[in-house]
């Protein structure tokens, strides 16, 4: 009771007027600048474009770019571990390296292709031009909000390719002195990425600020191309390189691979004043290279932009050139593969999308890239002799040639055929065709057919140039042409038979899910298939009878496949739709409510 009598009193609540509780509401939260409202808006566009969704989904693309930038790092450093750690093994320096030597060259790939997608989104596009100038928003403030953004994007992609491989190389490879490891690795990977992002932006810069947006167009693509090609190439080139790095680092070449003057910055920081003189050699290039582009990137990009925003206030004059080959070629396909108007709508209607939307063109450059790089990978061997170093063709390599180029080829077809794109527009097919039947799918398969029969035929052709018996062996020539003419078929068979949708009209599906589900015919079917491919090959060409053989076989397999389609296109085409209030599922058990 003493205790309870010593307690302090509760305190009362302050009585207030109304006009100084008035006074006292707390200011409603500060606006966001102009400013950063530009630099939010370019951020989004970088993830949210024509192929996306009118809704957008850009945090859920973001963090799949994320994921697929920091993963592979991350795999490789675990993978580190047993070389490390294992008992009675000790890795050697040059195996060390190499170790080094494969972070520094995926952040350089990394970076370069993430600058190559957002190739078209660098600079002011028409959106732009027709919508922000409109605006009351001054002109330097936009430049700078598009680069602070760019930078942004980099900067953060940078981290990501980076950060989780950091935080599992020093438990992987124990090394001696982790400080100094740490900052030879950031350094090292982080100028090597920086490097392959300012080179393309440079690179795109002054070529926009030499040629113009107009003549700029023209070697757009092709240019994109072959730098996706040739970074994938250096990427999946690694094991080759890795077994030969000793060698290669003699070599006076070694001084235009970008990726082996960052090697050198690495193993310099890292081993100090006892590295080797071709690490410090290597070093100091890399150093001034990284400052060059840099700057180039900076001194043109404001003559770039300016040129990029000219010539899309002023347009340019569409002149008709119509190719004189295209009418015979276009005559011969209306009476071939398209014979019905639907069916040359359909066809046409792919053609100029693919040709008109520069997100289809730049998926097709990715997937075109990778092909080749895994060609090239999988054919290139390095000879190394005491006093040279020469490239050679693997015969196993040509073998893979046309499995490659073929599954390549339709996949990529597939995926860009059902790429998530803003639907407002196939509201034509529907109210013209109705829902999309037999005949009108079929125009898709054998669009995607013809172009991987092409191909196929011409990498089969190339291999039998190549390999070093294919002039006096022709039963070689007939499997790697039934091969090509096989797979071609059989793949579009395989990837066509749930197709359900004319290309670029079906809805968009959920990304987050799909994304994972894409990854399963590149990583778990694709090596399944060529390895196939390849030991299937030298039984085939024993014998013209089993050429024969391998042929009825492939034409059976692709009967059934023909029948499964037409049987799944039929129940869908009876399937009622839904209603836009409706569920989807109970009309899939023929129930309606």
Known sequence: MPSALRAPKQERDEVLSLQVLARSVSQ???????????????????????????????KTRLVQVACALGVPGLMIAMYLYPAYNMPHVVRSFWGQASDHYFFVVYAFVAMGILTIFEWDLLFPDLLDVLVLSSLPVRGGRLFRARVTAIVILLGAALFDANILATLVLPAATNPPHLLRFLAAHWIAVGLSGWFGAAFFLALEGTLLALLGDRLFRKISLWLQGVSVMALLASLFAFPVIAGALHQLLQSRNSVWFPPFWFLGIYQRILDGSSTQPAFARLARIGFSATMAVTLMAAATYPLAWWRRTRGLVEGAVRRDRRNPTVAPVDGMLHTTLARTPASRAIWHFISQNLLRVPRYRM??????GAGAALIFASVARLRVAPASIRMVFSPYGLRATVPIVAFWTV????????????????????VVLGKPGLAQLQTAKRWALAWTLLLALAAAAWACVAYPAAMHNPRFVACQALTAIALSVLMTDAFFLNVKTIPFTGVKPNSATNFALLLIPYVGVFPAIVAFTLGLEPVIEASFTNIGMAAAIACAVHLVLRQIHRSGIADHVQLIEPDEDEEEFPLRLGLRY
């Open 411 to 430: 996949a990529g077809l597939r995926s860009t055929f059902l790429a998530p794109a803003d639907q407002r527009g196939r509201w034509i097919f529907r």
């Open 28 to 58: 409603e939260p500060e606006q966001p600048t102009q400013f950063a409202t530009l630099v939010r808006h370019f951020l989004e566009r970088f993830f949210n474009t024509e192929t996306s969704s009118a809704d957008g989904d850009a």
């Open 363 to 368: 998926v097709l450059v990715m997937v075109g």
